[in-house]
């Protein structure tokens, strides 16, 4: 921990995600993100330095969601890691998976087959996706948005917010709550 290596694998992590949680999509910093191995160290020890196996979580408050929540037999106590509906919501094949609504929530996508659904609900609630201190950060970035629109937007302000938020910035970062911006803006 906090070695030269650890934190330049973490930068690394932080820079391919574009600055984004792995899971819930808050902005992350080196001082606000750890290190998360996608299968635990104690279900796959021989992934436990395998760099396809990680990614940066938040710190997911006081316990309350994403990396630090996932592996708290404490704070949670009705989900452990099950490999088999374990997904990546970071990976581009598994991310169309989770809607994010503009009340906050999250939820499988419409359309899944039975076994993806089953896997994209497993994923909400084994990370705490939709507790309420996320749920009221994420419904506070979709009304502002939304008011920014207005009732009947032009173009160029839609352009304009699309950019904004959409885009990353000359430093390779994205605005927290990409998903949800996307959902909100097309």
């Known amino acids: ?80 890691y099950d490999a088999p509906r374990f997904v990546r919501p970071h990976d581009p094949a598994t991310r169309p998976w989770f809607r994010y609504l503009p009340d906050g929530t999250v939820v499988p996508a419409p359309g899944l087959n039975e076994q993806d659904y089953a896997k994209a609900e497993y994923m909400i609630g ?8 996320l749920c009221g950060r994420r419904h506070g970035h979709a009304q502002a948005i939304i008011q920014t629109l ?18 990353p910035n000359a430093a390779g970062k994205l605005k927290s709550f990409f998903s949800l911006s996307e959902t909100v803006l097309t």
């Open 1 to 80: 921990m906090q070695t030269p290596c650890h934190i330049e694998v973490g930068e690394s992590l932080r820079g391919e995600q574009q600055y984004l949680c792995c899971y819930c999509e808050s902005e992350i910093t080196l001082a606000d993100s750890h290190i998360e191995h996608m299968a635990p160290r104690s279900a796959a020890p021989a992934l436990a330095y395998e760099y396809s196996n990680l990614a940066c979580s938040c710190n997911g408050g006081i316990v309350e969601h994403c990396g630090r929540f996932k592996d708290d037999r404490h704070h949670n106590p009705a989900y452990r």
């Open 126 to 133: 084994y990370l705490g996706l939709n507790c309420s201190r």
């Open 150 to 167: 207005g009732p009947s937007p032009d173009i160029a302000l839609i352009q304009r917010l699309t950019n904004y938020w959409l885009t």
